[in-house]
């Protein structure tokens, strides 16, 4: 996992309709809750500043996809 400091930039090559993200630590708790994509977002920043050091996922959901990615937080 690559670690972020405050800001956790991820990028797409394509966006679902009705898309969201969220970030879960490894407890399972939502720590920033969903934000759901529009159609024409490629990069998004997320600011992270406020989390604890520790790892988290990235959660993306769509209609036809759900998948996670771990990144630590500095």
């Keep these: 996992p690559n670690p972020a400091k405050t800001i956790l930039q991820v990028r797409f090559n394509n966006i679902a309709e009705k898309a969201e993200y969220s970030i879960v630590d490894m407890n399972g708790r939502t720590v920033i809750p969903a934000y ?5 977002e490629r990069i998004v920043n997320i600011d ?5 050091q520790g790892i988290y996922l990235f959660v993306y959901k769509s209609r036809q996809l ?3 990615r771990k990144f630590v937080k500095k």
């Design 36 to 40: 759901h994509l529009r159609n024409n």
């Design 48 to 52: 992270i500043s406020t989390l604890q």
């Design 66 to 68: 759900t998948a996670s």
